[in-house]
């Protein structure tokens, strides 16, 4: 079992540009819900990418498909974040009908890199930071 922590959880509508020719949501567009959660929660929690400074940067992302999404809908993102390393840490993501939240229709995951831009190096993540995902995961 990962060790992680639900820290925030966003809805959506799903659009009728999102589907394919198949009549399902593209598989890309899981990549965009998960982002946009992602986004979300790092705004909330004050921690947006600085292009002059430092922020997050993400360096891998992974979705598994398990149900077909088809328009129209909603969807929820639950979004959880394991524990802090060194300069990074890892978030998880849930994707759900709104109208059917007992059935997981995907799961994504993306590690997460804090960045000095400037450098454009990782560095350690800052103690605000550490600290706050220490709170959320625990």
């Not at 993102?77 to 060194?86: F, H, K, N, W």
């Amino acid at each position: 079992m990962i060790d992680r922590k639900l820290v925030h959880a966003c809805r959506m509508p799903i659009r009728w540009g999102d589907m394919d020719a198949m009549g399902h949501v593209n598989n890309a567009v899981y990549f965009r819900y998960i982002e946009q959660a992602r986004i979300e929660w790092l705004t909330a929690i004050d921690c947006t990418p600085d292009p002059t400074g430092q922020g997050p940067v993400i360096i891998n992302a992974r979705c598994t498909f398990l149900k077909q999404l088809k328009y129209p809908g909603d969807i929820e993102i639950l979004s959880y974040v394991g524990p802090a390393g060194r300069s990074s840490f890892e978030t998880y993501q849930e994707i759900r009908r709104v109208d059917q939240p007992a059935v997981l229709c995907a799961e994504g995951a993306a590690k997460v890199v804090w960045v000095d831009f400037p450098s454009e190096k990782s560095v350690l993540l800052p103690d605000r930071v550490r600290a706050l995902l220490a709170q959320q995961a625990s």
